[in-house]
């Protein structure tokens, strides 16, 4: 009679397996929802250097880049890919800011050259040059997710700080100018 | 005057709605039949009043009244009225009214049918497709009031409609969407009071088998339209990205699926009678979850859409409550309700098992997918990017795995089969697939390729499984066509829905393997060959549309020196926000689509073009066509409807004949 009880029990247990599974997905869920701040780049590659990495340029596929190349200027480097939407939505600011000035360094990012060429001519080109990533191992080494993501890079290669998500006037006057701006004058000092 | 009107009915909705969730309950508890059915008239007043609602925005919209903030940030004077109308749900606000719309309908449907349902169990029904509603009624009004003012400073002119979505495809993608979407709260809806009651025989998957195949039936056409859309509206060619927007609608779809095999298996057996309601609960959390995502703002840093933590709290305490309840309410009363009907290991009911299986991991597959670059940041361990590569690598087996378990589950009984009468039904179909598809991966295309050459094998088991099994059905009968009318509207429905899942089959691995792709800079004059086909570029004529201005490219193509077809892809840029956009001209067909689309002028006349041929791939979404028409038939089925009549006779006789006329009329509805 017991064993009969206890098997009853068990399985009865089961039953709320799914309930569990639910409730932490939740937690998850929530946590998600109030992340925005540690959305920033992980304690682990902020302040480090610009991973390694020697790959083509959109533009030149024959020649290649490497991180060395990148420094001596305060930069932006932006993770796009032409099969992002919400990358269609941040490039009309991307040129703008371009045209203030500022130096914004692609990182096509999954995406076909073709594809990319095409984006650039039709929706006009901010970049200094784009690097290819076709594979996404530069991403994975830069802790890309998705796209876009934008890279706040100071003039030694050392990463200051990442904004996930499309770069909007909002981000730009709050977060990303002052910063960019603090990181030149320590770069001409 | 109008706006207020349309938030003042929108309030008694919520009104009724609360009413509708509580009264009928109680009344099934406490066994007061006029309770019981104040839900019906409660659902119909709700129905009214949330469609006077939506009519007075489309109204706002028609009318170009731009103090509605909502209307002023999505429509434009400019705009083609038929763009006004469907630009009432173009955002946030206005898709979530319409979803409540959908809501309300089933609701009224429901309610209208609700009558062949025994009192307790149409009672309880209704009750909790009004807690549904009362959840989103409440979001609606708190976070996202449709009808608010710019007063008293009104805008001269709206924002306009995003362009990407002045188009036909998008007139009718969102509401086949939420058809799907919310018709599984139905079967949701079914799957509570079974629990409540803690009664579930065939006769209940008699009555909610229509409701989540119709259900069903709406999402895969809202799937397709949507990657149709994508295909030709985005100008990329492509046409599944997996976004998390389609991976929150393809979840539902993958669990429904399942649903619906499992529904099966409890009608006819009696059997995974626990796992069916689990199904049904899941299925409906994965909708919910999937308005989540969307409109939460919890994946929107890295995609684009409104981001709103208000709304992402609201529905997640709204998803925590009406899913954590019913899986509580499944905890406690699941035991009540088990079946104690054995079958063998080999049996088409242990087939629906791996189906259901399969169906559920590569649901999971998608939902950790979609959730992963959450989860790792959650957990502190850094970030990792997740794409196609991962969906591909993992889905696209399952699928497979599936396509073959298909052809093995057709030909087992019910119950038990046997290893001999399986493999001699099933040997020379086997054969004949390895061979077509090796035969097919070399003869078609440059090289082998041989995920392509499996597909188009597993197509070829389908297809044979199928025919063989018709064959099986009809071949005691004294002719062939005898034997095919005796065969029952819902046998006929499955097997569409199979041959569906083959054709898709087809025109996916064909598009994605062996499409042709150019990128060209063409001066007026040239002609490109591409595969057996010559494209000539004519030049770029000017167009003035009601909202755009466009540069219409001209595109001869030949083939064996004869004309095939002109095609104008066009460059346009929308006056009001300055966006350009790409339409590409397609010449479809039934084995190849022709997609041409303009890129930028090079100067001198000469333009970036891009060339496409595209085998089959119109067979993607043909297949789908055929998969929601095969769910349609499957519930045209009598034996859905016998028990109604059976009634309908009783009535006529006590009512002398009087309603008879009306009550078969009504069954034929």
Same mark, same amino acid.
């Given at each position: 009679?017991?064993?009969?009880?206890?098997?009853?029990?068990?399985?009865?247990?089961?039953?709320?397996?799914?309930?569990?599974?639910?409730?932490?997905?939740?937690?998850?869920?929530?946590?998600?929802?109030?992340?925005?701040?540690?959305?920033?780049?992980?304690?682990?590659?902020?302040?480090?250097?610009?991973?390694?990495?020697?790959?083509?340029?959109?533009?030149?596929?024959?020649?290649?880049?490497?991180?060395?190349?990148?420094?001596?200027?305060?930069?932006?480097?932006?993770?796009?890919?032409?099969?992002?939407?919400?990358?269609?939505?941040?490039?009309?600011?991307?040129?703008?800011?371009?045209?203030?000035?500022?130096?914004?360094?692609?990182?096509?990012?999954?995406?076909?050259?073709?594809?990319?060429?095409?984006?650039?001519?039709?929706?006009?080109?901010?970049?200094?040059?784009?690097?290819?990533?076709?594979?996404?191992?530069?991403?994975?080494?830069?802790?890309?997710?998705?796209?876009?993501?934008?890279?706040?890079?100071?003039?030694?290669?050392?990463?200051?700080?990442?904004?996930?998500?499309?770069?909007?006037?909002?981000?730009?006057?709050?977060?990303?100018?002052?910063?960019?701006?603090?990181?030149?004058?320590?770069?001409?000092? | 005057?109008? @706006? #207020? &009107? /349309?938030?003042?009915? *929108?309030?008694?909705?919520?009104?009724?709605?609360?009413?509708?969730?509580?009264?009928? $309950? %109680?009344?099934?508890?406490?066994?007061?039949?006029?309770?019981?059915?104040?839900?019906?008239?409660?659902?119909?007043?709700?129905?009214?009043?949330?469609?006077?609602?939506?009519?007075?925005?489309?109204?706002?919209?028609?009318?170009?009244?731009?103090?509605?903030?909502?209307?002023?940030?999505?429509?434009?004077?400019?705009?083609?009225?038929?763009?006004?109308?469907?630009?009432?749900?173009?955002?946030?606000?206005?898709?979530?009214?319409?979803?409540?719309?959908?809501?309300?309908?089933?609701?009224?449907?429901?309610?209208?049918?609700?009558?062949?349902?025994? @009192? #307790? &169990? /149409?009672?309880?029904? *209704?009750?909790?497709?009004?807690?549904?509603?009362?959840?989103?009624?409440?979001?609606? $009004? %708190?976070?996202?009031?449709?009808?608010?003012?710019?007063?008293?400073?009104?805008?001269?002119?709206?924002?306009?409609?995003?362009?990407?979505?002045?188009?036909?495809?998008?007139?009718?993608?969102?509401?086949?969407?939420?058809?799907?979407?919310?018709?599984?709260?139905?079967?949701?809806?079914?799957?509570?009071?079974?629990?409540?009651?803690?009664?579930?025989?065939?006769?209940?998957?008699?009555?909610?088998?229509?409701?989540?195949?119709?259900?069903?039936?709406?999402?895969?056409?809202?799937?397709?339209?949507?990657?149709?859309?994508?295909?030709?509206?985005?100008?990329?060619? /492509?046409?599944?990205?997996?976004?998390?927007?389609?991976?929150?609608?393809?979840?539902?779809?993958?669990?429904?699926?399942?649903?619906?095999?499992?529904?099966?298996?409890?009608?006819?057996?009696?059997?995974?009678?626990?796992?069916?309601?689990?199904?049904?609960?899941?299925?409906?959390?994965?909708?919910?979850?999937?308005?989540?995502?969307?409109?939460?703002?919890?994946?929107?840093?890295?995609?684009?859409?409104?981001?709103?933590?208000?709304?992402?709290?609201?529905?997640?305490?709204?998803?925590?409550?009406?899913?954590?309840?019913?899986?509580?309410?499944?905890?406690?009363?699941?035991?009540?309700?088990?079946?104690?009907?054995?079958?063998?290991?080999?049996?088409?009911?242990?087939?629906?098992?791996?189906?259901?299986?399969?169906?559920?991991?590569?649901?999971?597959?998608?939902?950790?997918?979609?959730?992963?670059?959450?989860?790792?940041?959650?957990?502190?361990?850094?970030?990792?990017?997740?794409?196609?590569?991962?969906?591909?690598?993992?889905?696209?087996?399952?699928?497979?795995?599936?396509?073959?378990?298909?052809?093995?589950?057709?030909?087992?009984?019910?119950?038990?089969?046997?290893?001999?009468?399986?493999?001699?039904?099933?040997?020379?179909?086997?054969?004949?697939?390895?061979?077509?598809?090796?035969?097919?991966?070399?003869?078609?295309?440059?090289?082998?390729?041989?995920?392509?050459?499996?597909?188009?094998?597993?197509?070829?088991?389908?297809?044979?499984?199928?025919?063989?099994?018709?064959?099986?059905?009809?071949?005691?009968?004294?002719?062939?066509?005898?034997?095919?009318?005796?065969?029952?509207?819902?046998?006929?429905?499955?097997?569409?829905?199979?041959?569906?899942?083959?054709?898709?089959?087809?025109?996916?691995?064909?598009?994605?393997?062996?499409?042709?792709?150019?990128?060209?800079?063409?001066?007026?004059?040239?002609?490109?060959?591409?595969?057996?086909?010559?494209?000539?570029?004519?030049?770029?004529?000017?167009?003035?549309?009601?909202?755009?201005?466009?540069?219409?490219?001209?595109?001869?193509?030949?083939?064996?020196?004869?004309?095939?077809?002109?095609?104008?892809?066009?460059?346009?840029?929308?006056?009001?926000?300055?966006?350009?956009?790409?339409?590409?001209?397609?010449?479809?067909?039934?084995?190849?689509?022709?997609?041409?689309?303009?890129?930028?002028?090079?100067?001198?006349?000469?333009?970036?073009?891009?060339?496409?041929?595209?085998?089959?791939?119109?067979?993607?979404?043909?297949?789908?066509?055929?998969?929601?028409?095969?769910?349609?038939?499957?519930?045209?089925?009598?034996?859905?409807?016998?028990?109604?009549?059976?009634?309908?006779?009783?009535?006529?006789?006590?009512?002398?004949?009087?309603?008879?006329?009306?009550?078969?009329?009504?069954?034929?509805?």
């Amino acid at each position: 009679m017991s064993r009969v009880e206890e098997k009853g029990k068990k399985s009865r247990l089961k039953l709320f397996v799914p309930l569990a599974f639910f409730m932490t997905f939740c937690i998850l869920l929530y946590v998600g929802l109030f992340m925005e701040s540690k959305k920033e780049l992980p304690s682990a590659l902020l302040n480090d250097p610009v991973p390694e990495f020697s790959l083509p340029t959109l533009k030149k596929p024959t020649e290649t880049v490497t991180q060395a190349d990148l420094k001596g200027q305060v930069y932006l480097l932006n993770v796009w890919g032409s099969w992002c939407p919400a990358c269609k939505v941040e490039h009309p600011y991307l040129v703008k800011l371009a045209k203030k000035g500022v130096r914004i360094i692609g990182l096509s990012y999954k995406d076909e050259d073709a594809d990319a060429l095409r984006w650039l001519q039709r929706l006009d080109d901010p970049y200094e040059f784009n690097i290819v990533d076709k594979e996404g191992r530069l991403g994975v080494n830069l802790g890309v997710y998705g796209a876009p993501e934008t890279f706040l890079v100071d003039k030694n290669g050392i990463i200051r700080y990442k904004h996930v998500g499309i770069v909007d006037p909002r981000v730009w006057v709050e977060i990303l100018k002052p910063k960019y701006e603090r990181l030149q004058k320590d770069a001409i000092q | 005057m109008n @706006p #207020e &009107l /349309g938030l003042f009915a *929108l309030i008694l909705a919520t009104c009724l709605a609360l009413l509708q969730s509580v009264v009928p $309950l %109680v009344g099934s508890y406490t066994g007061r039949l006029r309770w019981m059915s104040a839900g019906r008239s409660l659902a119909t007043g709700q129905f009214i009043f949330t469609l006077l609602s939506f009519s007075c925005l489309v109204y706002a919209f028609l009318t170009d009244d731009f103090s509605v903030k909502y209307v002023a940030s999505n429509s434009n004077s400019l705009l083609p009225s038929i763009y006004k109308f469907t630009a009432t749900w173009g955002g946030h606000e206005g898709s979530l009214l319409l979803w409540i719309l959908t809501l309300t309908g089933w609701g009224q449907v429901v309610a209208l049918r609700s009558d062949k349902l025994p @009192p #307790e &169990l /149409g009672a309880r029904v *209704l009750s909790v497709l009004g807690m549904v509603s009362v959840g989103f009624l409440l979001f609606i $009004l %708190v976070t996202s009031n449709p009808f608010e003012r710019l007063l008293p400073f009104p805008v001269q002119d709206g924002n306009d409609l995003n362009p990407l979505l002045q188009d036909l495809g998008m007139i009718i993608h969102p509401p086949m969407l939420y058809m799907g979407y919310v018709g599984f709260a139905v079967a949701f809806a079914f799957a509570i009071a079974a629990l409540m009651g803690g009664q579930l025989d065939s006769a209940w998957s008699r009555w909610a088998r229509p409701w989540t195949t119709v259900a069903w039936c709406f999402l895969t056409a809202g799937i397709a339209l949507g990657s149709w859309w994508a295909y030709y509206e985005l100008g990329w060619g /492509g046409w599944w990205f997996w976004d998390p927007v389609e991976n929150a609608s393809l979840m539902p779809w993958l669990s429904g699926t399942a649903l619906i095999h499992s529904l099966a298996v409890t009608e006819k057996r009696g059997l995974f009678k626990s796992w069916t309601l689990l199904l049904a609960i899941a299925t409906f959390s994965l909708s919910l979850f999937g308005t989540f995502l969307v409109r939460s703002g919890v994946l929107t840093s890295v995609h684009a859409f409104a981001s709103d933590p208000e709304r992402g709290l609201f529905i997640l305490a709204y998803l925590v409550l009406v899913v954590g309840a019913s899986l509580t309410l499944f905890a406690f009363k699941a035991p009540e309700i088990r079946s104690k009907i054995t079958f063998s290991l080999l049996s088409r009911e242990t087939l629906i098992l791996v189906n259901n299986v399969l169906l559920v991991t590569s649901c999971a597959t998608v939902l950790l997918g979609t959730m992963f670059p959450l989860l790792v940041d959650a957990l502190d361990l850094g970030m990792i990017s997740v794409g196609p590569p991962y969906f591909n690598t993992l889905f696209v087996p399952m699928a497979m795995m599936l396509a073959f378990a298909l052809g093995i589950g057709m030909m087992l009984n019910w119950k038990k089969g046997t290893v001999s009468w399986l493999v001699q039904q099933l040997r020379w179909i086997f054969l004949a697939s390895v061979i077509g598809g090796v035969a097919f991966g070399f003869m078609y295309g440059d090289k082998f390729v041989i995920s392509e050459a499996l597909a188009i094998g597993l197509v070829i088991w389908v297809v044979l499984a199928i025919l063989k099994d018709m064959y099986n059905k009809t071949r005691n009968a004294s002719n062939l066509f005898a034997g095919l009318k005796k065969l029952k509207p819902s046998y006929y429905g499955m097997q569409l829905a199979h041959f569906g899942i083959a054709v898709t089959f087809v025109g996916a691995a064909m598009s994605t393997g062996y499409s042709l792709q150019k990128d060209i800079r063409m001066n007026p004059g040239d002609t490109v060959e591409l595969g057996e086909y010559a494209f000539r570029f004519d030049g770029v004529k000017e167009i003035q549309g009601a909202n755009y201005m466009a540069n219409a490219g001209i595109i001869s193509i030949f083939k064996d020196q004869k004309k095939v077809t002109v095609l104008y892809p066009e460059k346009r840029v929308y006056k009001v926000k300055g966006m350009p956009m790409t339409e590409a001209g397609i010449d479809g067909g039934f084995t190849r689509d022709l997609y041409v689309a303009l890129g930028e002028p090079l100067g001198e006349g000469s333009w970036a073009v891009r060339l496409h041929i595209k085998p089959f791939v119109r067979f993607l979404w043909l297949g789908a066509m055929f998969m929601a028409l095969g769910g349609l038939l499957a519930v045209s089925d009598k034996r859905y409807r016998v028990r109604l009549k059976k009634k309908a006779g009783i009535r006529s006789k006590t009512a002398k004949g009087k309603i008879a006329g009306k009550a078969v009329a009504g069954g034929r509805a």
